[in-house]
C-alpha cells in the first residue's frame, strides 16, 4: 500500500492542564536559549572523527556517503534579513520510549526555524517511525505548540519503537519526505533510534533526496552520551530525580518505622547510570551496580552473601531495617544469567521454537538449562515473555529485587540456624520506572532539550545531515551553552542483534576506570560508610521556582562530577541512642539536604486567633454542650461518665471582644484561661507514617517554649516507648532541623493499639512517673477510638494527665462532622496525583498500554471496610479514565465479575475509537466491598496467620473455600500474609490492580474470540503508596499540622482531657481558621450488633467517601467524559514555593463545613428569642411555638420516632431543640 502525503488533522491537543502546568507553559524559553544560537549562527567545521577502530572499515562500508561527515560547532552570526533565508519544511518523529523534555526540543525546533524564516513549517510524524514511511503526519501549529511547551510526555505525536528496516520502508519513507518537500527530518532517540536516524540520512544522501536527517540524544538510561560532545542525554535528570524523590520517600519510610528493607528497582537495562545517579543523590545503604558485577563476575551467591553479610552487620547495630537499589539489567550483568539470556534471545528468534519452559529446555545447552530450572517459578515465566522490539528479554518485567531477596532470604535463614544472625529480614518491594518517563521536566532538562531542538534546527537550516545535536558546557549558565553537531557514524559500534551484525551507537555504561569514572569513584569511597550509617539524602520533589530555590537548578550530579565538581562530603551524622527496640537519631540541620535546609527556613503560618506569645495569652471558650447519636447515648452512658462536654474554640484572651463583634449566639459563652507553668505534655506518633507530623511537633514547642518550667516530651517508639518511659525533651532547636520533612523518624512508631485494661494502665503508670500534665496520642480513626478509653480510665483513676487525640493519617478518612481534614493526606494525595499524572501521560504517549494503579487508602476499624478518599482526590486532581472506588462498588454490591465487565465495557469502548491505552484506579482496599471477597475476608481474619493452605482450607465455609480455590497462585499466597496489629487482613499486600487485570484479560480474550472486542490490551500493573506517604509536607500540611500542634498543646495545658484537637474552615485562608476541640464522646457510635445481641465497643469510625457529597458529585460529573476522552491532568510535583505552592486538595476545600451550619442555626435562635421576649404579640408567640413543635416532630421521626428520643434520662425536658431558646 502506498504511504499516505498528505497531512491528517491533528486531534491530540490535550484537554486539560493542572495549575503547574499552566505555570510552566508561560515559562519565558529565551531565558535559557543559548547565545550563540540567536540570528544566524555560523557553522564551523571541525575534523571528521572516525569510528572505534576495530569496527571502523565495516562501518564506513555501511555509510559510504556520510561517513566522513564532519564535527560541527556553531559560532555567533548576524541576525540579517530573516525574508532573506529560505523558509524551509521540516519534519520530527519521536522514537522508542519517553523522556521528559521530548516536547521542549520539538519546541525549540520549531522556534529556531521560525527564527531561520516565519514563513518555515514543521511537519509532526504520529507514533513513531512508522508515521514516516506510512505518512501519518500533521502540520504543526503555534496553538498547537504552544499547548506542550515545558509538559512532560510524549503525547504531542505519540512515539513507537517501529525502526526503518527494509528496503519498501526505506524506499516510502523517501517518497513521503520527498513528496511533502521536506528540507530536514529531526529524529528524537536513543542510540537506536539516532543509529536508524544515521542509515535513513545515508539512504537519502546516496539516492539523491533532498531531506537531511539529524538527530536529538534522547533517554532516561544515561546511555547515550559520547563526552565533550554528548555530555548527557535528555530525561536523565528529570527520570532520575523523580526516582530520587521516592526513594527519598522510601528511605524516610525504613527509618519511621525501623522494621522493613526496602528494595528498590530503577530503570536501566543495559547501564546502571540510573542507579548510580539515585545512589548519589539519596545515599542508600547498598545500591548494586551491573558493570561492577560484570567486571568482578559476581554470580548470584556472590551478590546474596555480600548483601546478607550487610544485613547481618546492620542487625548487630540494631538496624533491622534499610534501603537498596539496583538497575533492572542487573540480572544481565551477572555470568550465569548474562550467558542464559543471550543464548535465549538467539534461540526464541529461531523459527519453530515455542516460548514455553518445555520448549526452550529442548534447545538450550545443558549449562543454560541447569540454570533456567534452577530459577524461581515466577522468574521463569518472566524470561519467556513477549520480547521487545530488538529480540532481547523485556529486562523492565523481571522482578530481579524479588529474585535477589528470596536467596538473602534463604541465606540469612541458613545463619539464623546457625546462631550467627538474630535479627529480623522483612521486605517491601518497588519497582519505578514508567512514573519517570513523563514528567514535567526540570529546569535543566526543559533548558537543555530546547537549546538541542534549536540546535538541530541550525544544522538543518544549514544544510548538514547526519550529525547529531551537541550541546555541551553545561556547568555553565544556560546562556553560555556551546552548540554544534557531531557525526553518528563517530560513536557507533557493531553489535549483534537478532542473530546479526549491526549498526549501533556504543552505549554508555558506567565507567569505573578512565576519565569518566568520577562519579563511581565518588559512590565508592561513600559506600563502605552508607552499608552501616544512615546518612539518607532526602532530595525532596522536583522544584520550579527559579527565584528562591536554588536547588531548582541544579543538573545531574554524575555530570558535575564529569564535568570536573568535587562530591561533597558526607554530613556527621550522630550516633543512635538505643531506645528500647527504636533507635533515636537526632539529625541536626546541617545534615540535611540542601532543599530540605530551605525549606526548613519557611515561616510557619497560623490562624490569626492563636497569633500568640505564650500560653498566657490562649483562651479556650466553652461553644455549646455537644450529643452523640441519640440510638447510642444509654450505651456510651454507661461507658463514660461525661457525655455532653462543651465543644470548645481557642482564641487569644479578649479576642473574640477586641477584634470582632460577638454572634447572637456566644452571648453568655464561658471562657477560661490556660495554666501556662510548669506544664509537661508528652506526645505520641501512634499512627501511620504522614507528611507533616514533625511540623505538629515545632507546633507545640513554639506554643510552650516561653512557658516557665514547661516541657514538651516526644515519646520513642511509639505506644511501646510510653509503655517504657522512652522520652526526649523537644527543643526549637530539634524541632527546627525537622520542619517541613516528611514521617515520623524522629520519634518513631510502633503498633497503633492501647486498647487492653493491661496497656491502659501501663499507660497511666507511664504518665504519671513522667510527671506529664497532658498526652498527645497522634493517629487516625483507631488512634482516636483508643484515646477516647485512655481519657476515660485516666479519668476514673484520678490522674492529672489530659488525654489530647489529634487526626492524623494520610488515608483521610479521620474525617467526620467537625474534623475537616487529617494531617498528611494534602500532601500524600499531591505526592501520589503527580506519579498517576506521570504514568497517565506516559500512557498516552506510548498509546498502547493500560495502567491498572492501585493507591494505598484506609481500612476502617469497624467491619474493616476500606475507604477511598486518597483515590477519589487522586482522580479529581489527575483525571484517570476510570475510577473503581470501594465505597461505590460496596453501594452497589458489584460481584466480581460485574466489576470485570464494567472494566472490559469500558476498554472496549475505547478500543471502538482507536484507543488501545488508558489508565485505572483502583482504591486499595476493593476487594473488601465486593460481597463474595468480604465473606471470604471475614472468615479468613478468623483464622490466626500465618497457617498452610490445606488447613485453611479445612475452617472455610463451602463457597468461601471455592472462591480461593478459583483465584490465582499470587491472591492466595497474599491473603494468607501476616496479619496487621488490629487482627485486620493487609490489604495493602493484596495485589488487587493485577487480580483485575488478569481478569479483564481473560475478559477480552473471550470477546476477541467471539468477535466483539477487536482491539489491543497490554496491561502494567502498580501500587503507589509507601513512596508518598513520607513525602515532604506542602504549605498546606506544614501550617495544618503547626497549627494542630499549637491547638493541642493549648487543650493540654487547660485540663481539656478526652478532647480531639479541631481546625476548621480549611477553605479559607490560614489567617481565617479557627482552632478548638471536641469531646471524644460526641463522635463515638456503636457498630451494629450481631445475633446474639453482644454490642460491641464503640469507636469512632473512619468516614467512607460520600457518595452524595461535592467531590464524588464532581467526579461523576466528569466521568463520562474521561472514560471516552484523554482529560488527563499532571499537577506535577509538590511545589514548595511559588503560585502552585498554595493550591489545597479538592476533597477539602469542597468539605461542608458542619460547625458553620451549627453556628448559623445557633444565630436563628438567638433571633427567635430576641423576637419573643415578653411583651411581643401573642400571634409570634404562637407561630414560633407551633413552628418548633413541628420541628421536633420531624425530628423524632430523623431520630426513630419519640421513644428513641426519650430513651435519654431528662432528655424531653433538656435536650430537645426547644431548649435552645432558653
Known sequence: MAPRTTPQPYTRARNAYSSLQKERL????????????????????????????????????????????????????????????????????????????GHNVIAGIYDGIKQWNPASTMIGFLDGPHGIFTGNFSEITDSIMDGFRNTGGFDMLGSGRHKIETEEQFKDSMTVCSTIGLDGLVVIGGDDSNTNGAVLAEYFKANGCKTKVVGAPKTIDGDLKCPPYIPVSFGFDT?????????????????????????????????????????????????????????????????????????????????????????????????????????????????????????????????????????????????????????????????????????????????????????????????????GRAGLPTIFDGSYCYALGATAAGLLCNGLTGLIASVKNLLAPAREWQCGGVPVTSLCVIERRKGKEKPVIKKALVEMEGPMSQPYTAYIKMRDTL??????????????????????????????????????????????????????????????????????????QLPDSLKIDSLYQAEIKEISSTMCKESDFEYLKKLFSTMEAPLVQLQQAGWGTMTMRKTKSEVGLTTAGINADAQRIGVVF???????????LCGMVDMLSKSPSSKVLGIIGGTQGLFA??????????????????????????????????????????????????????????????????????AKAGSRTAIIGVPCGIEGNMVNEFVEASIGFDSAAKAIAQLVGNTAIDGSSARK?????????????????????????????????????????????????????????????????????????VAEGLLSAIPEFRNLISELEAIPMPNPVDKVLAQLTQWSRALFQSLPDFIQHELLLERQSNAALQMSQLET???????????????????TFKGSFSPVCQFIGYQARCSMPSDFDMDYAYTLGATSTILAAGGRNG????????????????????????????????????????????????????????????????????????????????????????????????????????????????????????????????????????????????????????????????????
Open 26 to 101: 508561560a515559562a519565558d524559553h529565551h531565558a535559557y536559549f543559548p547565545a550563540v544560537l540567536e540570528g544566524c549562527p555560523q557553522i564551523v567545521k571541525k575534523q571528521a572523527i572516525p569510528a572505534d577502530e576495530k569496527d571502523a572499515g565495516t562501518i564506513k562500508g555501511l555509510f559510504p556517503a556520510t561517513y566522513d561527515t564532519p564535527l560541527v560547532e556553531f559560532a555567533p552570526g548576524e541576525s540579517g534579513d530573516q525574508s532573506k533565508r529560505p523558509p524551509v519544511k521540516v519534519g520530527v518523529v519521536l522514537s522508542g520510549g519517553q523522556a521528559p523534555g
Open 239 to 435: 527520570a532520575c530525580k523523580t526516582y530520587a524523590t521516592l526513594v527519598s520517600n522510601v528511605a524516610v519510610d525504613a527509618l519511621s518505622a525501623q522494621k522493613y528493607y526496602h528494595i528498590v528497582r530503577l530503570m536501566g537495562r543495559s547501564a546502571s547510570n540510573i542507579a548510580l545517579e539515585v545512589a548519589l543523590l539519596t545515599r542508600p545503604n547498598a545500591c548494586l551496580l551491573g558493570e561492577e558485577v560484570a567486571r568482578d563476575k559476581k554470580s548470584l551467591k556472590d551478590l546474596t552473601v555480600e548483601m546478607a553479610d550487610m544485613i547481618q552487620e546492620r542487625s548487630k547495630l540494631g538496624k533491622d531495617y534499610g534501603v537498596i537499589i539496583l538497575p533492572e539489567g542487573l540480572i544481565e550483568f551477572i555470568p550465569e544469567f548474562n550467558t542464559l539470556m543471550a543464548e535465549l534471545n538467539d534461540k526464541l528468534a529461531e523459527p519453530g521454537v515455542e516460548p514455553t519452559e518445555e520448549g526452550i529446555l529442548k534447545v538450550l545447552s545443558p549449562s543454560n538449562a541447569e540454570v533456567f530450572k534452577f530459577l524461581p517459578d515466577f522468574i521463569r515465566a518472566q524470561l519467556l515473555l513477549d520480547r521487545d522490539p530488538h529480540g532481547n528479554v523485556q529486562v523492565a518485567k523481571i522482578e530481579t529485587e524479588k529474585l535477589l531477596a528470596a536467596t538473602i532470604t534463604q541465606e540469612l535463614q541458613s545463619r539464623k540456624a546457625a546462631g550467627t544472625y538474630k535479627g529480623h529480614f522483612k521486605t517491601q518491594f518497588h519497582a519505578y520506572g514508567y512514573e
Open 531 to 604: 552499608r552501616f550509617t544512615d546518612a539518607y539524602n532526602v532530595t525532596g520533589p522536583i522544584q520550579y521556582d527559579m527565584e528562591t530555590c536554588e536547588s531548582s537548578k541544579d543538573i545531574p550530579i554524575t555530570l558535575q562530577l564529569e564535568l570536573g565538581k568535587d562530591m561533597k562530603p558526607l554530613p556527621a551524622i550522630p550516633e543512635p541512642m538505643k531506645m528500647g527496640k527504636f533507635l533515636f537519631i537526632g539529625q541536626p540541620l546541617e545534615s540535611r539536604s540542601e532543599l530540605q535546609q530551605w525549606r526548613s527556613s519557611r515561616k510557619h
Open 686 to 696: 501512634c499512627g501511620r507514617q504522614a507528611p507533616g507530623c514533625h511540623d505538629f
Open 725 to 794: 518511659k522512652q522520652v526526649r525533651e523537644l527543643t526549637p532547636e530539634i524541632c527546627r532541623a525537622y520542619a517541613g520533612t516528611g514521617g515520623l523518624e524522629l520519634l518513631g512508631r510502633t503498633v497503633d493499639r492501647l486498647k487492653t485494661d493491661e496497656e491502659l494502665e501501663n499507660a497511666k503508670k507511664a504518665c504519671e512517673d513522667l510527671g506529664l500534665t497532658g498526652l498527645v496520642l497522634v493517629g487516625g480513626a483507631r488512634t482516636n477510638s483508643d484515646a477516647a478509653y485512655v481519657a476515660e480510665y485516666f
Open 849 to 921: 498500554y493500560y495502567y491498572f494503579l492501585r493507591v494505598m487508602d484506609g481500612a476502617s476499624t469497624g467491619g474493616r471496610t476500606s475507604t477511598s478518599h486518597l483515590a477519589l482526590e487522586v482522580a479529581l486532581q489527575t483525571k484517570p479514565n476510570m475510577l473503581l472506588l470501594t465505597e461505590e462498588v460496596d453501594e452497589k454490591r458489584l460481584s466480581l465479575r460485574e466489576l470485570v465487565n464494567s472494566v472490559a465495557n469500558m476498554i472496549a469502548a475505547r478500543a471502538e475509537r482507536g484507543s488501545n491505552f488508558g489508565t485505572i484506579l
Open 993 to 1011: 490492580e493485577r487480580l483485575l487485570a488478569a481478569l479483564v484479560e481473560d475478559e477480552l480474550k473471550q470477546r476477541k474470540k467471539d468477535g
Open 1059 to 1222: 478532647y480531639m484537637a479541631l481546625v476548621t474552615d480549611l477553605s479559607s485562608p490560614v489567617a481565617n481558621w479557627r482552632a478548638g476541640g471536641v469531646p471524644f464522646t460526641a463522635m463515638l457510635s456503636v457498630p451494629g450488633s450481631d445475633n446474639s445481641g453482644f454490642r460491641p465497643r464503640p469507636v469512632i469510625f473512619p468516614h467512607r467517601v460520600d457518595l452524595d457529597g461535592g467531590a464524588f458529585k464532581t467526579w461523576l460529573e466528569e466521568r463520562s467524559r474521561c472514560a471516552n476522552e484523554e482529560m488527563y491532568e499532571n499537577p506535577g510535583p509538590i511545589q514548595l514555593s511559588g503560585p502552585s505552592a498554595s493550591g489545597v486538595s479538592k476533597t477539602i476545600t469542597m468539605k461542608f463545613s458542619y460547625l458553620q451550619e451549627l453556628e448559623e442555626l445557633r444565630n436563628h435562635f438567638a433571633d427567635v428569642v430576641s423576637r419573643c421576649r415578653p411583651g411581643c404579640d401573642l400571634r409570634t408567640v404562637r407561630v414560633a411555638k407551633q413552628s418548633l413543635a413541628t420541628l421536633n416532630l420531624i425530628m423524632d421521626e430523623l431520630a426513630g420516632g419519640e421513644s428513641a428520643v426519650e430513651q435519654r434520662e431528662g432528655f424531653s425536658s433538656r435536650g430537645r431543640l426547644g431548649t435552645m431558646l432558653v
